[in-house]
């Protein structure tokens, strides 16, 4: 498939959510990564309910990398959950991990995006993961997760750029 289309493949996208991936925990992250490094490609990963454990997830991820579902308030699945865990997604944002809101039906917390963005974890996008699912609300256009991340501490500049120049890199290596 990548052969055939790789013009148009720009990264992989793998869940690490128990209501998708079930007893597999951190298996499909781990796959998903060997993946996309035999094909060169950045991989984006889904964060939700454990398993896969948000650190477990963290711990796989390099430069170019992203996390989308960033600030969802699910328990146990909570970029806030502890300090040790805010200050290692610190700690690989500012490596080049890239933050994504993915705003979806049930992925957004004012709580968790308040605490992140007060202690410096800002999104480097803002996206929306609008789906026949939430298309009704709670996300039916773009303007709604920017301004809750707008109203969460996001600076306007900040929101601009994540919603634009920052929406989606080239590769990996333009994120550097």
């Known amino acids: 498939c990548y052969a055939e289309n ?15 991936t ?61 300090p040790a865990l805010m200050e290692m997604a610190q700690s690989l944002a500012r490596a080049g991990v890239l933050m994504d809101i993915g705003h979806g039906a049930a992925s957004f917390s004012f709580r968790v995006a308040r605490r992140a963005i007060a202690e410096g974890l800002k999104p480097y996008s803002i ?9 009704h609300g709670p996300v039916s256009d773009l303007a709604t997760p920017v301004s809750k991340v707008l109203g969460s501490g996001l600076g306007f500049d900040d929101c601009v750029r994540a919603i634009s120049t920052r929406s989606r890199p080239a590769s990996s290596a333009s994120v550097a």
């Open 6 to 20: 790789s013009e148009h493949i720009v990264g992989l996208k793998v869940r690490a959510s128990h209501v998708i």
């Open 22 to 82: 079930g007893s597999w925990g951190v298996t499909p992250v781990k796959l998903g990564k060997k993946i996309a490094k035999i094909l060169k490609l950045p991989m984006m990963v889904h964060v939700g309910e454990p398993p896969a454990l948000y650190d477990e997830v963290l711990e796989i991820l390099g430069p170019g990398d992203v996390v989308t579902h960033c600030f969802n308030g699910k328990p146990g699945g909570s970029i806030v959950d502890t």
């Open 127 to 135: 996206s929306t993961d609008l789906h026949l699912r939430n298309v």
